[in-house]
């Protein structure tokens, strides 16, 4: 974690009219169907640097709601926290019907915007321990992965310790949870195709 470093630009993004206006929309449909979600602010990857020092990203504020734009979420940028308990086992947790992404879906751990003034790395530390109240006992930075929807993921993979497991306790975001066997094998129909392919990448 220690390996990724976020700077931030003082100038907020500014969309064009017709993707503001998309991202005004978005936020009304969200809470015509019962969401509490909100416009705020989040961050935009402008660049970033891969070296020697590890990986360095430059990031700018801007609205939240723009990364609800089909088809163009302007370079948001979320992290996606996957979650193994200390034996392997894969903490899977299936998304309230009201939430903005993979709504009723299952995912894996946690995920979420990246705050103002936060590193990614940090993101995926704040999001496990917001969603599932537990904090991990190492964490590694696996990958900044671009959607064709240009929206930016930064995945990481945290493991907890041994017995925490038991403290997971999920926010209201989820309505349903499951640890998931380590062997990939044998996850369950629910856990669809996306889900085994990012665990077998990240496996390997």
């Not at 939240?64 to 979650?83: F, N």
């Not at 939430?99 to 946690?110: E, F, I, N, P």
């Not at 006992?137 to 497991?165: D, N």
Request: proline share 6%.
């Amino acid at each position: 974690m220690e390996q990724v470093r976020a700077h931030w630009r003082e100038e907020q993004f500014e969309p064009a009219p017709a993707h503001a206006q998309a991202a005004d929309r978005a936020i009304e449909r969200l809470q015509s169907r019962g969401s509490p979600s909100h416009d705020g602010v989040a961050a935009r990857l402008v660049d970033y640097k891969e070296d020697e020092n590890g990986l360095t990203v430059e990031l700018q504020p801007l609205r939240w709601a723009l990364r609800l734009v089909a088809g163009d979420a302007s370079q948001s940028v979320a992290a996606m926290c996957v979650t193994r308990s200390a034996d392997g086992r894969w903490l899977a947790g299936r998304r309230a019907e009201w939430v903005a992404s993979w709504a009723g879906r299952w995912a894996l751990g946690a995920g979420g915007a990246v705050d103002l003034g936060e590193s990614p790395a940090e993101t995926l530390v704040r999001e496990l321990k917001e969603e599932w109240a537990v904090t991990p006992e190492r964490v590694t930075c696996e990958a900044l992965v671009r959607l064709p929807h240009r929206m930016v993921m930064f995945v990481g993979q945290a493991w907890l310790a041994e017995g925490a497991e038991e403290e997971v306790t999920p926010d209201h975001e989820h309505d349903a949870f499951a640890w998931w066997p380590r062997a990939i094998e044998d996850w369950p129909p629910e856990a669809g195709e996306a889900l085994p392919r990012m665990a077998r990448w990240l496996s390997e």
